[in-house]
């Protein structure tokens, strides 16, 4: 391979890596869904954690609807619930449940909203809510919510959108129940466009506060309320510092969830058991609870990397437990520009392999560079929770080496090609050297080679048509059997000039003689073919058919190894047949021609004795094409 052409493939595949690093930088909506699969592959690969143990959830399943009735439950039966919740030590406990409207059992006994707001009085609880982005909510303006005293810390340069959602409006709990509680987040966890849910907002505003989701307040609450932070790092970065400790959002305050397994992975404990005092020992000692519901027609669920059906309650508890491990998911501030520069890395790498080794080793390469990319984000995953996606760089890798590769056939095809066109040429080139050879021994057998050529060419695309010489006959083969057979009397070099220049008939020695010219040409090509240490050529070996069997006849009686039928070569069967229309249609000193009409009688008489019965059918449809070649060529003779 030219020094060219390894710049070419250089570039070929920089350019692809070039376009895919923009591309990895501007991040377009139309790769969003191929990004998530990666993500998704990794997560699933990269394992799960077990929950930290300071997490359990209260559940209003199946079993709770049976013994206490159908949900919603009188207000003061869920008091009785969170009494019993807080008497058994839990530290928090948080409601994946709004009271949007008074107790439909509010006819029957009007202080039920009230008992429960008696058991919230005393702290540790925090109610949910929801926030509304489409449009105004219409709960009333009298909503109680708690916001965060959060500090927003932003550099000169970040002084764009806030880094958290701005809500429209808001659905909570009855305000005598938000005044009771003291504490309460927003339930909101949105699944990305394809439906799953990969991460929960933890902050967003509202009518120029901020509020916290109900995982974060609850934490908040265990930890007593500590200070709150947000630095805003970049447009797709921020640090949310609780408690002197630090973790990393997305832009807009996601927290992007780290699963401890598939549904039901944290502790669970029956609503009827609390109720009815059978809750295991212990089981909530200094625990955030939450409760929520998973009955069926009453559940919330959805779909996640690693299941399909997962409670929403269990969506908070993983929020909760993230938080207090701070083992979570993030994407460094760096994220993007590492991803960047291992597109063009790649590239450089995949390029400089196939310009240097070729395609197989590049191959060997693209696999070695997939699994480093794929294994590396897999163990940062799993091992720090750290995600930089690969599937940009795979991306890059895959356009660079396929327009490589692509560039590396074009590059071998057109060197092929010019070869090919060069070998033709040397070929011509050969033939009209050992054709001008013959020309000056004698210039009526160069002719008589030349107008062969013409004949041969017609012929053989007749025989073409015949189911039986179709796949030989192909129009490559054709046109090397057409220049190669002038070459069919270049054995006659070696025959001595007062046989050739002979006006009249030979005699039997001179006739033996003359026929060992098919040999002599036979020997020529041999020895061409030792001196430039060729073997197995097909075009010298059709060249051989044509020089060494051309006399040979159907019937065996030819010369010089007296093959029969189809033991004779194709070729010479072909070039038999134009070579006795020439001779019999060319004025010779001891003889007139033959007419056309004579000689195609003269050649049909030959069928099957002389002569292959099909090239002789053959002939016989291009009988008049034949003839208008014939008249052609003793002009331009003239």
Partial sequence: MTAQHRRTLLLCGLLPALAVALLSLYRPSFFENQEFGAYDTLVRHAGTRPPGGRIVIVDIDERSLAAVGQWPWRRDVVGQLIDRIRELGASTVALD??????????????????????????????????????????????????PLGLAVIRRDDERGSDPFFQASGVVCSLPLLTRAAGASGFLNAAPDPDGLLRRVPLLAAFNGQ??????????????????????????????????????????????????????????????????????????????????????????????????????????????????????YIHRPEYGVAVETLCVLALGIIASLIVSRFGLIWCAAGVGACLAVVW????????????????????????????????????????????????RIRSQRLMVQTLLSLTEVRDVETGRHSRRTQEYARVLANQLATSPEFRAYLTPERIDLLA??????????????????????????EETAEMRKHPGHGRDVIEHAERDVGSSDDA?????????????????????????RGPAIPLAGRLMALVDVYDAVTTR????????????????????????????VDAFVIVAGLVERVSREGSLRAQ
């Fill in 539 to 563: 075009i010298l070996a059709m060249a051989k058919d044509i020089v060494y069997t051309h006399h040979e006849k159907w019937d065996g009686s030819g010369y010089p190894e007296g093959l």
């Fill in 210 to 327: 901020v509020y916290p989701g109900l995982a974060l307040a609850a934490v908040l609450a265990a930890k007593n309320n500590p200070d709150v932070s947000l630095r805003v790092i970049n447009v797709n970065t921020a640090s949310l510092a609780v408690d002197r400790q630090s973790l990393l959002v997305d832009g807009k305050s996601n927290l992007l969830l780290r699963y401890r397994g598939a549904r039901r992975t944290f502790p669970y404990v029956s609503a009827a058991d609390v109720l009815s005092g059978r809750a295991p020992a212990g089981v909530f000692t200094g625990k955030i609870v939450f409760v929520g519901t998973t009955a069926l027609g009453t559940r919330e669920v959805v779909s996640t990397p690693l299941d399909t059906l997962f409670a929403g309650v269990e969506v908070q508890a993983t929020v909760a437990d993230n938080l207090l491990q701070l083992d």
């Fill in 375 to 422: 294994g590396g984000s897999t163990m940062l995953m799993a091992a720090r929770g750290i995600f930089l996606s690969p599937f940009f760089p795979t991306l890059g890798l895959f356009a660079s080496f396929g327009t490589i590769g692509a560039a590396r056939y074009i590059l071998e095809y057109h060197r092929a090609d010019r070869e090919g066109h060069d």
């Fill in 97 to 146: 449940v709004v009271f949007a409207e008074a107790d439909r059992f509010a006819a029957e006994d009007a202080s039920t909203d009230e008992a429960l707001a008696s058991a919230l009085r005393p702290g540790r609880v925090v109610l949910g809510y929801a926030l509304t982005f489409d449009s105004p909510a219409t709960a009333s303006s009298a909503c109680v919510q708690h």
């Fill in 483 to 508: 220049s190669l057979a002038p070459l069919h009397d270049i054995g006659k070099v070696g025959v001595p000039d007062r046989l050739l220049n002979k006006a009249g008939l030979l005699t039997a």
């Fill in 588 to 615: 010779r000193a001891y003889r007139d021609p033959m007419t056309h009409a004579e000689a195609v009688a003269f050649i049909v008489a030959g069928r099957g004795t002389h002569f292959d019965p099909a090239v």
